[in-house]
């Protein structure tokens, strides 16, 4: 993290998830913008989620980036207590992550849901989405989310990006 407070919070269901949502905190990190990551998950630790979110956007957190397999509640969740964007990201699970991502596409509507790729792909781009959002009212990471795009389009092309 840049700074002490963190802009972005990443959230994840459960500590295998870690390893994917790493590429998003490091993302951030490359466009220095101050995060962190904690492991909540919505369906054995409600109470705990619940008390977290309750002070979230006091704290200063703009976007959430939520990762989550199989059922894939989190970003739900989430979306559905807080008024700030959540981007969700499908983890690879049993059915090649599809279930994932289904789970998190179909949310009804009024909890919006900002949905990206499954795995490491979506866990770049939710950062990168994050930034794009956060560039809206923060000159200096527009500037670093700029640098980042000519920085990318210097490197050969790879279906997961750089």
Known sequence: MTDSQPRV???????????????AANTLDSLGISNESRVISAHRQAARLEEYLGGVEEA???VIIAGAGMAAALPGVVAAKVRIPV?????????NGLDSLLSMVQMP?????????????????????????????D???????????????????TPDGP
């Not at 979506?122 to 930034?131: F, K, T």
């Not at 000159?139 to 092309?157: F, H, M, N, T, W």
């Open 60 to 62: 200063g957190v703009q």
């Open 9 to 23: 919070a990443i959230l994840m269901g459960s500590q295998s998830d870690a390893s994917t949502m790493q590429h």
């Open 139 to 157: 000159v200096e990471i527009g500037k670093s989310l700029a640098k980042y795009r000519r920085a990318q389009a210097d490197q050969p092309e």
């Open 87 to 95: 981007l969700g990201v499908p983890m690879e699970s049993k059915v």
């Open 109 to 137: 509507a009024g909890i919006p849901v900002g949905t990206l790729a499954i795995g490491r792909a979506g866990a770049v781009n939710a950062a990168l989405l994050a930034a794009a959002i956060l560039a809206l009212s």
